[in-house]
């Protein structure tokens, strides 16, 4: 059904994988797929012998000699856990999936432990959410991972942590922590905390006023619906990181702010115009699919609330030979039918809308 | 091809539109869809010549006698132009469909304008650009249109209003200005702004941390890439509403920043669960599809990156009898194939899971 074949098995001898939530059941999964000997431990028995039951690996027990040790616990306890391991196992190495990378790797040097076997990691697949009911052994399929390497690393660490990061199907990608707790301070830190703002706004609101809400408020705030207990931990570990970047928000929305307290006085509307033309260029520069940053064109399709509508309209797509960049639903309140906006690289676009049009679809509108 | 048969003619005698834009041609073109008689008029010949030759309606002549009449221009100008035609068609009944509502009022009144036959009304039909050659009869159907009356109205003002609005096949919504300004400062005004504000922040990020965004970011950021001419227009005429949300964004984005600067300081991991948990219970709110709030399960599906197998998704969907509620497409940098999010009422969460893998599909990840 996929053209997502695995790559041949890498990773050489047993894995131990510390923490059986949706990540470490996730690699304990795709690793087994890949006939790779895999441990479980985690403080919960019950829950490790949940993951060991779904098929994650087999329990931990006395006299395992793992040689790459994977710690999946939360960010606050990741440097002890790691620390711990390290000196559990002293012949293996150690990685971590936590989301923040300089926070666990000065806690372990302050602890005095052997950075040598240590290299932190995080994969970047999706959801923050979801325990081991929720694993999937694909679940990292096609999605970059970071090696966050630092001076003091072994050869054989990275080289052994890529080579399970390649059987579980996803890319490595090398940054150093500092790097990586920047990046991730503003393509995901700042973007939640600024959701979740937005989305506190929504609270209070009359009833009327969240019936006026499209399809704008609804992306800007989806991800506000995140937990509270993870997002703690993971900007208290990037705190400096993300503050600096939130500092830097503030100061533009106090100039929004100003230019809107006083609008008719000089420079506040282009004070308002110079936010919003930021913003464009800032959004402008998001990578596309496939790492593209290609524009695409948007037609927007008329279509009946069912799936078997909307999967007519993406089989006759495929006939007319116009491929599918990307789609989006929008439902009408209160009405029976939805809007399937598909967007389609510009060469496409008036192809599509006449072979659409001459098909019997009601392309409500092309969007520029 | 749907559901949406547009309902029986309503509106009596000439409509006049003014201005031909997205908006005005639009209107144009579903009128006259309906049959009703459309002369149009523009600042612009050229742009009103071009809306004729699409079919929004006829030139404007001497002579014409309209009943009803619609301002579509920007809305710095709005309540000049209302004030005009109020005076050049002393019958008429007078309209517009700016996307603010107490500023033009306030104007017309402060010119002392008939303001008997003027009623302000808000089409919520999507996209805020493009002319009139992304216009369509069908851009209004099954979408809010909000009519903003107010104290000195006639009755005979507000039924042919609501007529106009249910033959393009739109729901009319009653509101004061004032709520109406209130709400659109909530659910559309102050997201684009928190949108600029986020993705402005991306304007100046290494290439490497653009390349870890992932659809959350991107999520919030999409408006971000609107018009600035057009919202300094917008933002300004609702500067007093919207920069009370803002204020109060402010004191909760304050709050946030003091906590991350001292994250271990007594209280300060509160303050963000607080302010995460804020968001958790507005974003809640917003109501779902048809209006309803309910909470749906989602599922992932691998799909390869062609529209073909998504059609085919949908159609075993169909088959299998679970409706799609909605559905997102994530696409895995580098791959050829994507993830398709489907969302479902949670009690067929089970069977479509179960039946996806039986007919060989890989479900990806249940997130939960």
């Not at 996803?170 to 503003?186: I, L, N, Q, R």
């Not at 990181?241 to 100039?255: M, P, Q």
Request: a negative charge; charged letters at 25%; hydrophobic letters at 45%.
């Amino acid at each position: 059904m996929t053209s997502a074949d695995p790559a041949p098995k890498r990773t050489a001898g047993t894995v131990r994988v510390v923490g059986s939530g949706l990540l470490g059941a996730s690699i304990g999964l795709g690793l087994r797929a890949q006939g790779v000997d895999v441990v479980l431990d985690d403080v919960s028995p019950a829950a490790r012998d949940l993951a060991v039951d779904y098929g994650a690996g087999r329990a931990a027990a006395k006299g395992d000699d793992p040689r790459l040790i994977v710690v999946c616990v939360p960010p606050d306890v990741t440097a002890q856990v790691v620390e711990r391991e390290l000196r559990s196992y002293p012949e293996a190495l150690v990685t971590d999936v936590a989301s923040v990378k300089v926070a666990p790797l000065r806690e372990l040097e302050r602890r005095g432990a052997d950075v040598s076997r240590y290299i932190g990691s995080h994969p970047m697949a999706g959801r923050e959410r979801g325990g081991p009911l929720s694993a999937r052994a694909d679940l990292f399929i096609g999605r970059p991972w970071v090696v966050a390497g630092h001076d003091g690393i072994s050869y054989r660490a990275a080289a052994a942590l890529e080579d399970l990061i390649l059987d579980l199907g996803a890319t490595p990608v090398e940054m150093t922590p500092e790097s990586h707790d920047a990046g991730v301070a503003v393509v995901s830190h700042t973007p939640q905390v600024v959701a979740s703002l937005m989305a506190a706004r929504l609270r209070d609101a009359p009833d009327a006023s969240l019936g006026l809400a499209g399809q704008g408020v609804r992306d800007v705030t989806r991800i506000a619906a995140s937990d509270p207990g993870l997002w703690v931990q993971i900007l208290g570990a990037n705190a400096s990181t993300v503050v600096e970047v939130l500092r830097d928000l503030r100061t533009d929305l106090d100039r929004v702010i100003d230019a809107l307290e006083a609008p008719t006085e000089p420079g506040a509307l282009r004070a308002i115009a110079e936010s919003i033309g930021a913003g464009n260029a800032g959004v402008a520069r998001l990578p596309g699919k496939h790492g593209q940053s290609k524009t695409f064109r948007q037609v927007v399709v008329l279509v009946d609330d069912t799936p078997g509508q909307l999967g007519l309209l993406l089989t006759e797509m495929g006939e007319i030979g116009v491929n599918l960049e990307d789609l989006r639903l929008e439902h009408s309140p209160g009405a029976q039918f939805g809007l399937a906006e598909v967007s389609v690289v510009p060469e496409h676009e008036e192809r599509l809308i006449e072979e659409l049009v001459r098909r019997g679809w009601n392309v409500a509108a092309a969007d520029h």
